[in-house]
């Protein structure tokens, strides 16, 4: 299996602050990765496609870039319904895996 | 609107088999644009993808390593559902359930989520 490891684990910030999360493939995975936004108690929310495509609906402060092994999700301003856990995965090998997850939580 | 709503048991004794289904609204299951997933998320185990169901004019399944022995992932067009068996469970396999809809492989993006199921295995 591709292994995805995302760091950090966790994550203080506060409201209008700038967050980065990094997401590494094992191996190449060309441009075959997606990040989810969960909150407790809820199913992932897909934020963003093949990298760096915004979903629909998805506020623009939300953005990914990154090729190859290496990804980020940057968050230009957060606001507060933003604090929640954030998953990377691969989808470019059949047997799908999914990063550890990034909480991100309120300074 | 895509809709999926899950249904199960919630608790499975070890050794027997988990069951879930989920039932497919404004969409398809027999869908060439889609693929029909079960993922399970647990503290220890994080989010784990086990496999999924789809279409091509035959039908086709891919299930992960972890679980490949004892997995199957079922589509029934009559009802326009799949469902998910799991045998030989242990105490290892309690999570919360989620099934959800992915664009076809291998972009399968994963763009609508059922409510996720708790299954608890204990005697």
């Known amino acids: 299996d591709i292994q995805m490891t995302q760091s950090p684990s966790s994550l203080s910030a506060s409201v209008g602050d700038r967050v980065t999360i990094t997401c590494r493939a094992s191996?190449?995975?060309?441009?075959?990765l997606n990040w989810y936004q969960q909150k407790p108690g809820k199913a992932p929310k897909l934020l963003i496609y093949a990298v760096s495509s915004l979903q629909s609906g998805v506020p623009s402060r939300f953005s990914g870039s990154g090729s190859g092994t290496d990804f980020t999700l940057t968050i230009s301003s957060l606001h507060p319904e933003d604090f929640a856990t954030y998953y990377c995965?691969?989808?470019?090998?059949?047997?799908?895996?999914f990063g550890q997850g990034t909480r991100l939580e309120i300074k | 609107q895509v809709q999926l709503q899950q249904s199960g048991p919630g608790l499975v004794k070890p050794s027997q088999t988990l069951s879930l289904t989920c039932a497919i609204s404004?969409?398809?299951?027999?869908?060439?644009?889609?693929?029909w997933n079960w993922i399970r998320q647990s503290p220890s185990r994080g989010l784990e993808w086990l496999g999924r169901?789809?279409?091509?004019?035959?039908?086709?399944?891919d299930y992960a390593v972890s679980v490949k022995s004892r997995i199957i992932i079922n589509p029934d067009t009559s009802k326009n559902q799949f469902s998910l068996q799991l045998n030989s469970v242990t105490p290892e396999d309690t999570a919360v359930y989620y099934c959800a809809r992915s664009l076809a492989p291998p972009r399968a993006t994963f763009d609508y989520w059922g409510q996720g199921a708790l299954v608890t295995v204990s005697s």
């Open positions: 404004g969409d398809s299951v027999s869908s060439n644009s889609a693929a």
């Open positions: 995965q691969q989808t470019y090998s059949a047997f799908i895996t």
């Open positions: 169901t789809y279409y091509r004019s035959k039908w086709y399944n």
């Open positions: 191996q190449s995975i060309s441009s075959y």
